[in-house]
């Protein structure tokens, strides 16, 4: 007997309408499985992100190899006052943030009866100290300080202490024959967005790249509002 043609259609009919289900199907799931992706990276990046700290900004500390990369332009802020004592970064550089004192902090700001000198909890600093065999050059570089104030950055032995009486004496050169005795100082003023750098280049070697020892910084009238301890 022959199939009739109303039959014959009806069937195809109904084979591409169960293909075209299935391929609905299929696209679906595919999708679903994509957004079940995006959300899992999304919580991923929410997590790191609400592990950053308020104090992650760019700047020194940026480049500083105990911070975590955690995008462009911030870094997983390193703890001021670590377990252990801290050593320079590769390169012999050393940075910090400023705030209270603690034992194993590289920067610290004291209270001052002039506030406009105070250094900003946060303030940050990155130093460097590179010898020859016949002088000695430090770089220093600061930022959040307030704007236009004059410091000077002197040397003194032992490392940065809770009271600022407590440091150690200014670090002198004993000089020899014609060269007299000599301090270690950097002078800066800093800019309208509270960032500074200075340099300077002595004619003697400081042992041991002045390891051990601190630039305590003054304002314009010798009070002592910060130390940078030198690892």
Request: proline residues 7%.
């Amino acid at each position: 007997m022959g199939r009739t043609p109303g039959t014959t259609s009806s069937r195809g009919t109904l084979l591409l309408l169960s293909a075209l289900t299935a391929l609905s199907l299929l696209f679906t799931a595919c999708a679903n499985a994509g957004n079940q992706e995006d959300t899992s990276n999304n919580a991923t990046s929410s997590a790191a992100s609400s592990s950053l700290s308020s104090d992650c900004e760019t700047g020194p500390e940026a480049t500083s190899s105990s911070c975590q990369a955690a995008g462009p332009g911030r870094t997983v802020a390193a703890d001021r006052c670590p377990d252990s004592s801290p050593t320079p970064l590769d390169g012999g550089v050393i940075e910090g943030a400023f705030g209270p004192w603690c034992e194993n902090a590289i920067a610290t700001s004291y209270p001052t009866s002039n506030t406009e000198v105070l250094i900003p909890e946060g303030a940050e600093t990155e130093l460097t100290i590179s010898e020859t065999d016949m002088d000695t050059t430090l770089d220093m570089q600061v930022q959040g300080f307030p704007a236009g104030v004059a410091y000077s950055a002197i040397l003194h032995e032992g490392p940065c202490a809770e009271s600022p009486g407590d440091i150690g004496p200014e670090y002198v050169h004993q000089g020899s024959g014609d060269t007299p005795n000599a301090s270690v100082a950097l002078d800066f003023t800093t800019e309208s967005d509270g960032s500074a750098t200075a340099t300077a280049t002595l004619p003697f070697v400081v042992p041991d790249n002045a390891s051990g020892n601190s630039l305590v910084l003054e304002d314009s009238q010798m009070q002592t509002v910060g130390c940078v301890r030198i690892p």
